[in-house]
């Protein structure tokens, strides 16, 4: 069965740090892997798509990285900011827009 | 300037009515979608379309039907609508249909209660 675990649910960290969110997958087959943030009653932004040739890619202070051997990838968020408070959503494609599957996302919540 | 566009932003009604969401985009892309996200957060397609003709069309109850008069607008009418439809509906759209590594454009969600 195709699914997308992202961990931990919820994290709370302050302005200024750093943090990491995981995201395990048993999609087959694999097309690509794409990060998404969500704020809260607003649709996903998307961050970054990745195909399997890649392994990290990088938008301003997001950087995701992708073990396809493993069937991890992770989101890496550096210098935290207020506004990365949101929801963070991995989703792997399994070949075309029909077959995303889609994780329960990360809520990350940044205090000052 | 909204990529794509739905509205209402919020709909509360009686079990058994029909409602209809609308949505718009002005990005130019050919496909369309319809996704349902449930109170666990996933987020799950319902239907797509390309160039206003049906490609995708998943399991979902033919009270759901989708409308799109053109390739800039996919209108989804729900008719007697049951408890078990309350979530968040976001339409979304893409360049292409056959090939998903490009972006996909959601709006802004359409949040459905029925009581």
């Known amino acids: 069965k195709n699914q997308v675990e992202q961990s931990p649910q919820s994290l709370i960290i302050l302005e200024g740090k750093n943090c990491t969110l995981q995201?395990?997958?048993?999609?087959?087959?694999?097309?690509?892997l794409r990060w998404y943030k969500q704020d809260t009653g607003r649709g996903p932004v998307s961050l970054t798509i990745?195909?399997?040739?890649?392994n990290t890619k990088s938008n301003g202070r997001y950087t995701a990285t992708l073990d396809a051997d493993t069937k991890q990838s992770s989101l890496h968020i550096t210098a935290s900011q207020l506004s990365d408070s949101a929801s963070y959503i991995c989703?792997?494609?399994?070949?075309?827009?029909?077959?995303?599957?889609f994780g329960a996302g990360t809520r990350l919540a940044v205090h000052p | 300037d909204t990529a794509v566009s739905q509205t209402p932003k919020y709909l509360v009604t009686q079990m058994g009515n029909d409602k209809s969401i609308k949505c718009e985009q002005n990005?130019?892309?050919?496909?369309m979608y319809w996704y349902k996200q449930d109170s666990k957060k996933f987020l799950k397609i319902m239907f797509s379309?390309?160039?206003?003709?049906?490609?995708i069309n998943e399991t979902v109850p033919n009270r759901f039907s989708p409308k799109s008069p053109d390739k800039a607008h996919l209108n989804l009418h729900i008719n007697s609508l049951e408890l078990g439809d309350s979530a968040v509906y976001f339409c979304?759209?893409?360049?292409?249909?056959?090939?998903?590594?490009?972006?996909?454009?959601f709006g802004e969600g359409s949040r459905l209660t029925v009581l």
């Open positions: 979304a759209s893409s360049s292409t249909s056959v090939f998903d590594t490009g972006e996909l454009f």
């Open positions: 995201c395990n997958y048993t999609v087959s087959p694999f097309s690509n």
């Open positions: 990745m195909t399997f040739s890649e």
């Open positions: 989703v792997v494609s399994a070949g075309g827009y029909n077959k995303l599957i």
């Open positions: 990005l130019g892309h050919d496909t």
């Open positions: 379309y390309n160039n206003k003709e049906l490609i």
